[in-house]
């Protein structure tokens, strides 16, 4: 199985501070990762698909990059609605795998 | 729009079986679509259990769980439903169904509790 070796484990920032968080993965997965927000209570929210592609609806403020196997999820101007939990997945390989998560607090 | 409803909640014993249902609407249902079922265990990262083409009635399951796990689907109710078995402990989880295609997992489920206890 592929590993998503997701950092920092939890983040606490500031409302306007730019924030980023990466996902290592454990052998190469071309584009095939989406980055999904979970806010408490609630279900995920597709943010990024394909590494960089922002999903419909979804504010300009994420955006996703990748270098080889590190993908990095990036939240500019960060406000008090982006506390939450976010998490990378590969669909690359079956079984498809997730990070651990990155809990954001502000 | 796309909407996935699950069944509700369920409290099991250790060694039974769950089946859980997810009816989809907002989209074609059987021309090149899937559903997938994921789980979230307190404390764990989301774990993939496997998928179905609504179309054809194909799955592919994790190795993890073969023997266990059944996912089927009822075409004309636009429903899918996974069937687990020898439940224990481990199995305690919300269960998701997600809606497949392009891009994966747009849509989700609103999750359903399985409690598995003596």
């Known amino acids: 199985d592929i590993q998503m070796t997701q950092s920092p484990s939890s983040l606490s920032a500031s409302v306007g501070d730019r924030v980023t968080v990466t996902c290592q993965a454990s052998?190469?997965?071309?584009?095939?990762l989406n980055w999904f927000q979970q806010r408490p209570g609630k279900v995920p929210k597709l943010l990024i698909y394909d590494a960089t592609s922002l999903q419909t609806g979804v504010s300009s403020r994420f955006s996703g990059s990748r270098v080889g196997t590190d993908f990095i999820l990036t939240i500019t101007s960060l406000q008090p609605e982006d506390i939450a939990t976010y998490y990378c997945?590969?669909?690359?390989?079956?079984?498809?795998?997730f990070g651990q998560g990155t809990k954001l607090q502000i | 729009q796309v909407q996935l409803v699950q069944s509700g909640a369920e409290v099991k014993r250790p060694g039974a079986s769950v089946k859980l249902s997810c009816e989809a609407s907002?989209?074609?249902?059987?021309?090149?679509?899937?559903i997938h079922w994921l789980r979230q265990a307190p404390g764990q990262p989301f774990e993939w259990l496997g998928w179905i083409n609504t179309g054809n009635g194909n799955t592919r399951l994790s190795q993890k769980f073969q023997g266990r796990l059944n996912i089927t689907r009822d075409t004309p109710a636009t429903t899918a439903y996974m069937d687990l078995s020898s439940l224990t402990s481990a199995d305690t989880a919300v269960y998701f169904c997600?809606?497949?295609?392009?891009?994966?997992?747009?849509?989700w489920g609103q999750g359903a509790l399985v409690t598995v206890s003596s």
């Open positions: 997945q590969q669909y690359d390989n079956l079984p498809y795998t």
């Open positions: 907002g989209y074609s249902f059987n021309n090149k679509n899937a």
């Open positions: 997600v809606k497949g295609g392009r891009p994966l997992f747009d849509s």
């Open positions: 052998q190469d997965i071309s584009k095939f």
